[in-house]
């Protein structure tokens, strides 16, 4: 398993602990920098960062989940599902440190192994809705590059 495979899985673990109320983002903290995995250095950072940042965005992030996944309020999805689009919309959206396609892959990954057989296609589906929408206000500013002088 990637160092930044094992980063998502313990954000994804700490997340799902906030959202069911079981810790506070403090307690969580506290927990995993007691353990074998805050050695790790900057995998350890890389948790951190992308832990805190998704539970500090949650309203940004479900607003962005809201927009492409009409049929599926949040607060009806399984906890575990809202958890690793939560983390994946910040990689992608606000983060913005992986390739898309990267962030779509591990979420998929995450939602076979800790979810239902069905959650790794209805990641795919909305994350990839996300992925286009935040992709495409980039696109539109970006301007084409200049033609060779002598073309």
Same mark, same amino acid.
């Given at each position: 398993?990637?160092?930044?495979?094992?980063? /998502?899985?313990?954000?994804?673990?700490?997340?799902?602990?906030? %959202? @069911?109320?079981?810790?506070?983002?403090?307690?969580?903290?506290?927990?995993?920098?007691?353990?074998?995995?805050?050695?790790?250095?900057?995998?350890?950072?890389?948790?951190? %960062? +992308?832990?805190?940042?998704?539970?500090? =965005?949650?309203?940004?992030?479900?607003?962005?989940? /809201?927009?492409? =996944?009409? $049929?599926?309020?949040?607060? /009806?999805?399984?906890? +575990? #599902? /809202?958890?690793?689009?939560?983390?994946?919309?910040?990689?992608?959206?606000?983060?913005? #440190?992986?390739?898309?396609?990267?962030?779509?892959?591990?979420?998929?990954?995450?939602?076979?192994?800790?979810?239902?057989?069905? @959650?790794?296609?209805?990641? $795919?589906?909305?994350? #990839? @809705?996300?992925?286009?929408?935040?992709?495409?206000?980039?696109?539109? $500013?970006?301007?084409?590059?200049?033609?060779?002088? $002598?073309?």
């Amino acid at each position: 398993m990637s160092k930044r495979r094992l980063a /998502r899985e313990n954000c994804l673990q700490s997340l799902y602990l906030t %959202d @069911s109320g079981v810790m506070t983002p403090e307690e969580v903290l506290a927990v995993f920098q007691k353990g074998d995995f805050a050695r790790e250095g900057k995998v350890f950072e890389f948790y951190k %960062d +992308i832990f805190l940042t998704t539970f500090s =965005s949650t309203q940004q992030i479900d607003s962005i989940i /809201r927009s492409t =996944s009409r $049929n599926w309020e949040i607060d /009806r999805m399984a906890v +575990i #599902d /809202r958890c690793i689009l939560r983390l994946a919309v910040c990689e992608l959206a606000i983060l913005r #440190d992986a390739p898309a396609p990267v962030i779509i892959d591990e979420a998929i990954e995450l939602a076979k192994k800790y979810s239902t057989e069905k @959650s790794g296609k209805f990641v $795919n589906g909305v994350l #990839d @809705s996300i992925a286009r929408a935040v992709k495409a206000p980039a696109d539109a $500013n970006d301007t084409p590059p200049e033609p060779p002088a $002598n073309a």
